[in-house]
Each structure stands twice: as structure tokens, then as C-alpha cells.
């Protein structure tokens, strides 16, 4: 396993040529591209890392599996599916999900910006302080690593930079769909993205969502086996923002990435897989984090197709 | 024309019916659907009213024409062409105008929301507060009216309700068309809104337009001709919302209409009309207003077509 | 006057160089970009004309004017309107005007090809060679010039290639918009686009608009007095495509352009002009033609505004 | 098993009742809306049938998947690929899928009717009769059913009827993606679409599609096992129409609905499932085939994810 890992980041390390590290927020843009670490874990391989897996990074749109988690533990499959629909958009990740029609609910799905922002509202807690602690503690339970923090300076750049979320959640309060104080909610939001893992604390939390929820050592259940259903789903039909078509041809596999140049795959009944590479390609997904999971796929017949 | 207008508001009366009063904004819900008053003013006739021409409303959309007049003082032709467009958009006044793609200054224009807010930005003043008070100058120096003042209820309506304009102004922001602070330009958008006039003030103002400037009475020219001119297309071609086409063929003339149910018609060189009538059609437009227009048009032949 | 239109198209001629010959239809790829002519007629100055005035090219867009007047006179206002709408729709001439949604007649307008292709439903004729028939008819006899004919090798140019306007009619069908046989339809509406004029037809056609469907010469009304001004409302808010409000600033009368190069403009109470100038701009106008408007407008305050 | 699937039927009955018979082609209007069956086919299970499984309705959509597996096995992934996309559009299966925007192939899929039509343009043959005869005959083998065959009365309806599908033709003509002659690839979808199946002949070929291309009892490899891959995996993203996300996370398994109400499902490795209910919901989905399919999932856990 190793060995095949580490064939594939010499294989894939030139695919890095052809993508460019996300700069629409400033701090991103001081990434590493040539940064690219991989993490597998299986029962029985166990965890294999190689490259830079264990180079920390911020969590950026991958943390909308844990915000879809945390929203259905906290309030159930109905309430979810009532704020926020489940189909593709067809749109990019932060698009102005339509054109002269009311906003619905329909219209967002979990993994488009205004989708997960929606959902923070349906966390419990208080105070936004407490649901993203709340965020925090799952991922860190599902990554089983109470290290995970938050990157300040990336939450920092985000909140001054992000108007295009404050353009979002503005959309959602004046169709109704969410009544809370924007600037609490994008807070909330703003710091999740900016929750620093390794591909390590990825492949962890994605073996987890392939074994419904089941930590296989331990055998606790840390959550709803239909909720890993639920988020599997989602993530294989609207994982990888306009590449989600094309990734279910050639992986295969529920994944979601970031902007961050990370990657989460889960391979149902059998293995988590962490990459990052930071560069991504047009429609941001890591150039070379993609191609990996294309030769990891064909090699060990991951597809479930 | 006493009696021409006082047989129009009896004929168009009945056309309130069609209607609906504005209810987005609370305070906008509390009108009188049953208000309806005319005020035209020409060199040959003078000022004629009938009516509630002296019940007083808030501007609303009518109030972009001065915006866009007062950028255009303040800062020329070059930049307010710079900052937006012209062109008629095909979609509501207050719909994010695009789908998937960048927003560009092109697609904004002076008479829909997001274009009225980024103007909003080139007027002169040190603060926001500076650039209100130029506008609200101006609208007394058109109407001949120190008078005039801020609806302080409607404003603070406005202020809390405008979730939609807040979410097009961190567009504007998001996209780089305007760098200043969001809340700081909407308030100077939701206190020009909410500049409070009667039938009387806009006849004033519309006759002023119609004069390219000039106070026919004094001879004083008030403001650039050009920009009249300028104006006045903008009117003509976007003026009316959704029902702009109509208009220009079943009226003819230049006119910008609000959600308070005003009304300002701009007949070139002849006339000047200020119409309110709370009561409006699918579109945003006054149904007894645009009637009455409709009548006092083909009756006076005023459209320029 | 000659020696106004000779100094404009000394001064506009350079703007040739701005633009490009229409090349999606073969035939008018062969167009020479360097032709450059202008035609006026008033009343008091009689006809001018200047350049290559005498040169024939087809009218393309143009001929929508014409469709609607064809279709006003022989079914009146109320049909039209319920077959076409008249707003701007905010897109280009040859739009799929829409996204999602049932396609309505309020959708289209005369001025973009769906809508004229519709509107040639409309025109009274047993055929579609019979309607033909009265557009060319009614072509000659507001232009006064019985030798206006088809440019045959236009046509079938316009007919081998026009997928676009295959794909519009086969979707006005698809809608119930129209229920007649597609190819007849769009014969009758590929023959109209290549119907073949000057600058002179051209600017006698706008010289009747202008008079309101009189003929000031011998007095005779050639079409009802009402149509001319829904005709001119219609020109004046999406005449020029997606440059219709630019050009109510910058000339500000109605006016109807084609990709052929020729502009068609009509100047309420005073004056028709026709020009042809090849070479476009990114809208579909021509560059030089624009110029020469916006000059002309300034020096003989055109403008209606 | 037979137990499960009559308990599914009575349970799914009433059902039926939410939805309606498609009637945009007359004669599928003519469909019962009280027929249901259901067939599935395993390996340790075998053929299991009930209620109306025998009952023959035409293709319509379900035999996108048959084009796609025609098109790659003659002329390659390579070739489908750059012709038509993979992304999910978030448009029913029938839009014109774009705004404003040239048409790129990145925009169909081969599951929209624009990307099936332009799919048939790749089919070996010589004329489109013998194109269709290879997707008759791949059905035919498919299903290991030579009996299968055309209605004609469908077929003729279709093509009478098809506006929409003909203008979505002439607008991939007009945007250069296919060159041949619409009405002949026109004619073989439509001939395609009217293939009449049994819930046995959708249980064989999705039975087949599940061991990726093998026929389980002969071992015969029936087309090549990547592009079972490749179908499952657009089937996964797109079969469903906007309801592909909805079913992802319901029922977990890749399928493909037609507007005739058949369902056929793939369970990769393990069942191939046939549906017959034309009851339709909003989405053109089988209301009780769905709802079957739902309890199927959930009692034999066959969701993949």
C-alpha cells in the first residue's frame, strides 16, 4: 500500500503544473503548491501516509459534510431536508443559485455555500459560539484528535473578505429561509471553513463515514447510520462542485473537496482517504488530489459503480 | 385641464380595484389603496391639481432619478458610465441580474435597485450622512421646496426589512463594484427611499427635467442640460420597470414610478406630471396612475413618438 | 446639410475600423467593410444623401419594423399584442429569451427574431408566399420605390444556415405559441430578412414613421396614424438590441439597426435617415452608422429628449 | 421475495394516486394509470415478477442509457465524452439548458434529451434506420428478448408532436455540435424512445449493467465492463431527473425513469430491478415505482452508500 501510494504522488506530482493555488481569499493564496500528501485507512491495511499527510490545512468546503452531520444529529433528516434540498445545481459552488424566481429551499443543496451557511442555523447551542463549538467537537471526535483548531488567520481573512457569503445570507433572510443575524451565522460559517486538519484527521473522518458511522475499532457508533447514508449521498452527487459528473465516471466514489486543495473520500464498507495538494484546477478541485484518486480507484477497484 | 383631470380621476378610479398596495415594507402597507391625486404643471397652463395632489408619499424608486442626477453633477457622464450601464435588464427591479456568470457594470443600471445603490457611492460628501444631505438638497432645489423632509418611519422600515437590497450591495462588493462600507451606503439608499413629496413637488421636478434644467419661471438653469437628456432616456427606456414597452407605447413619455404608487412623468418641453395612487398592478406601476397617464397622454397628445 | 454629411463621414470613417462584417450567414460575410452611406429627408431640407447612399444590402433586422407595421395593419393592435409582448427582454437579438421556464408571449418582443417570426403568423395572404407578398408590397410602397426586391442569394444563404431561427420556431410551436408549419413560417421571414434596399428607402420608410404614417409630400395616409407610434415606441426601447439604451442617450430618437449595416432612424415630426455601414460592433451595430447618429443628433438636436 | 414484492405493491398502491399519466404525447395519455409491476432479478434469487410485469410500455428516457452504451461501445469513451458532458444540469431533462451563453457539449448530458439526440449522431451505420436497428438490436440482446420491437402508434405520436425535441435539435445544429440532418436523427430518437419493454426486459438489461457488462448465467462479456462503469455512474448523477439527489439518498442505487413510468435500477454486483407505474410525479418520476423502490432499498439494504 505504501508503495502504491507513494508511485502515485510521483505519478500524479506533475498534474500540480496545471492548476493554481485559490487566491480569492488572501490567506489561501499563501499555500504551498507544491505541497501533496495522501492518507489511507482501511481494516486491513490500517493507515498508510505518504507526502506531506500530515502538513496541516484549513477544512474550507469539506467542512459541509460535518455541518450536514451536526445538523441532522442535532435536529433530524425532515427538518434538514425542509431548509435545504438535495439536488444538483448545475451551478458553481457560490453561485446566485437562480435568475428572476423566488428562492427556495429546492434551489440550495448542502454543499453550495448557501446551502451549508442555512444549516449552520439548524445546529443546537445558544449562541453561534456554541454551534460552531459544536462543529468543532464532532470533528474532532470523528478525527478522533482533540488537537483540531481553528486557523485565526484564515477565519480573519475570511470574515473581511467574504462578501460574496454576506451576498448569500442576505439572499436567504430576505426569502425567508433563515431569520438569525446574518453576521452571527456567517461567523459561525467563517470559522468552520477555517478548521485546520491533515490528511490524516480527513482519512479518519471519511472511515468513519464508510462504515455508517461505526468507529470499526472501538465498534462505537458515533452517529445515525442513516445519516452516513444521507451525507454519502450527497457528497457523490454534489461533492466535487461542476466535477461531480465527471469524479462518479472516474473514481467513483462520495468525496468532497475544498478550496483549501484537500480532498475527503469515502469508499463505502471499506476505506477513508485524506489527500491535499493545494493547486486546483477550473473548477476547483486539487489537480493532482483528483488524478490520485483516479489511479488509487482504478488500482484497487474502489469504484462502487 | 382643471376639468380634464378631475373627469380622469373619475374615470380612472375604478381601476384601484386592479391593485394591490406594497406590503414588503410595513410601513408601505399602511396606505390609503383609495388616495389618488394628478398635479401637471406647463408654461401655458401653470400648475393645475386635482385630488390628493397634496397628500404626501415617499419617493421609493423615484427617487433614483435624482441619484443618478446628482452622481451625474458630481462626478460626470464618464464615471457614472463607468460604474453602470444602460441597458434595460428584462428582470425586476430588485433581481440579482445574473445567473452563473461575473456581474459586470453592464449589467446594472441606474433605474433597478443594485445601480441606484452603487451610484449612491459617486455622490460628493465626506460621509454618508454628507451625501444624503446632497441629495435631499437637490430634491428641494428641483421641487422648489425646502419643505420636503425624511419619512423617519418608513426609513427605519426600510432599514430593517432591506434584506434583499443588503444582499445586492455585498454583490456589488463581492463583485469590486463598489469598496465602500455596505451598511453605510444602504442607509444613504434606504434615506433617499424614504424623502417624502406630493404630487406638487414631483410636477416640479418632472418640469424641470422637461426643460433640460432650466427653471422656466426664473430661467435659472439648474443643472446641466446633458444631463437631462441623459436622464430622461434612462426613464424612457427603463423608467417603468417591467412595463417599460407598454408604457412607451400606450404613453410616450419619460417617467420613473415608486412602490409608494408615485408617479413622474416628464413630457420634453411641455410638461411636467406628478401622479400617487397606492394601489399597484404586478408589475410595481400605479393601475390608476398609469390609466390616467394613459388618458391625459391621448388626450393632450403628449407622447413623443 | 450635404456638407454636414460629408464632414461626418470624413470624421466617422475611422470607426470603420472598430467593427466587423456579420459573418454567420455566408453571403454577408462578402459585404465591403469600407461602404459607408448616408440618407436624410425632412421637409425643409429635402432629401441628402452622401457616400455610398445608393449601394443596396438587405435588410436583415430591419424588415422587423416592417413585420410589425405588415402585421398591425392587417390584424390591429389587440392581436399583435397578444401574440407578442414589448418589453426589453435584456438579451440579444437571437436569445433562447428564457431559462426554466414556460416560454410566453410576453417573452418576446417584435424586435428579436422569435417575435418577428411569429408575427409573420400574422399578416393577412391564403400563403406564406402571399404574406411574403404584402411585406415586400407595403415595403416598396413606404419607401416609393416599386423596384425594391429579394436578394436571392441572401435568401438562400439566410435559408441553409438559420438554425438558430429553426430551433426559436420549433420552440414558439413547442409552446403553443404558433401553430403553423415551421419551414413555411421561416421561408416567409428569410425571404423579408433579404429583401434589398438603400439608404434612400431606408430613410423614406423613416421619413412615413416620422410623419406618423403620412406621406408630407402628397398628403395621403398610408397606414394608421397609431401604428407609427406604437412602431417608434417599440424602435425607441429595443430597436438597437442590446445597445437600445446607450443609444437613447447618446442619439435618442427610434431607430431600428441590422446586421447588415444599415440603421434605419426616425425622427419624430422632422426627419427620416437611413445608413449603411457595414462593419459591427460587439452588439450587432454599426460602428460607424452609430457614430455618424450621435454626431448628426448633437448638431441638429435631434434628440427627443 | 415474491412475498416482498406483493407486500411492496399493496403498500405502494395508493401511491399512484399523487401522480399523473403523462400527456404532453397523446399516446402515452392513453396509459392506465392503475398498472403496476414490478420484476427483479439476482443471482441467488432469480427471476421474481409481479402484478403487471408483463406488461409492455415504451422506453421513452430509460433508453438514454441504451444510446450511451451504443455510442461508447462504437465509437469510445474518448469520442461520447468530448461530444456530451457528464455534470448534472439542475434542469429538467427537456430545458434549454443554457441562458445567454453559447452552447458548449459541457452542458448536456446523455441523459437530457439534448445530449441523447446528439449522442445518436455516434452510432455506427450508414443511414439512421441502420443506427437504430443497432440500438434495437443491443436492447434486443440486452434483455436476451429478440421479440422486442417499436410501437408504432407511439412513435408516430412522438414525432408528430415533437417541437421541443426539434428545436433542442436545430439549436445543437446551431451551435455546431452536431452537422446532420436534424429530422433524421430526430427520426431514429424518437424510434428509440418508442422500443416497448416488459419489467422483465428492464430487470435483464439493468441485471446486466450491475455485473458490469457480463451476462452472470453464460458469462458471456456483453460490452465492455469500463463503460457499465461509465453508465452506472452518469445513471447515479443524472437518471433521475431533478430527483436524482432525492433518490440517491432514498434509494442509493443508480436508475433511470422514463415519462412512460417505467423504472429500471442497477444494484451494482447484485440485482437488476424493472418498474412499471406510468403514475407520474412533478419530476416525470413513477410515484409508486419510486416509493417502491424506497422499500426494496431499505429491506434488502441495497443503497451503495
Known sequence: MDKLLKNIIRECYPYIQNGKVATYIPEL??????????????????????????????????????????????????????????????????????????????????????????LCTLIDGET??????????????????????????????????????????????????INEDAEEVLDCYFRACSIKVTCVDLARIAFILANKGENPITGEQLFDKKHATYINAVLMTCGMYDGSGEFAITVGVPAKSG???????????????????P????????CAGIKALEILSRELELSIF
Chains 1, 2, 3, 4 share one sequence.
Open 279 to 286: 493547486a486546483l484546477d477550473s473548477k476547483g478541485n486539487s
Open 259 to 277: 478550496v483549501c486543495g484537500g480532498i475527503m473520500a469515502v469508499v463505502p464498507n471499506r476505506m477513508g482517504i485524506g489527500i491535499y495538494s
Open 29 to 118: 493564496a499563501k499555500a504551498n503548491p507544491n505541497e501533496f500528501g495522501i492518507c489511507t485507512i482501511s481494516i486491513d491495511q490500517g493507515t498508510n501516509g505518504v507526502g506531506d499527510y500530515e502538513k496541516s490545512f484549513t477544512m474550507q468546503s469539506i467542512v459541509k459534510a460535518i455541518i450536514l452531520l451536526r445538523a441532522l444529529e442535532d435536529k433530524g433528516e425532515a427538518e434538514v431536508r425542509n431548509l435545504v434540498g438535495v439536488e444538483a445545481t448545475g451551478k458553481p459552488f457560490d453561485a446566485f443559485n437562480y435568475s428572476d424566481q423566488d428562492l427556495k429551499s429546492e434551489h440550495i443543496n448542502p454543499m453550495i455555500n448557501a446551502g451549508a451557511i442555512a
Open 128 to 177: 453561534y459560539r456554541e454551534k460552531f463549538q459544536r462543529l468543532l467537537d464532532l470533528t474532532r471526535k470523528l478525527a478522533g484528535n482533540s488537537n483540531i483548531n481553528l486557523d485565526e488567520d484564515v477565519y480573519m481573512s475570511e470574515k473581511a473578505t467574504g462578501n460574496k457569503n454576506r451576498a448569500l445570507t442576505y439572499m436567504l433572510k430576505a426569502y425567508g429561509i
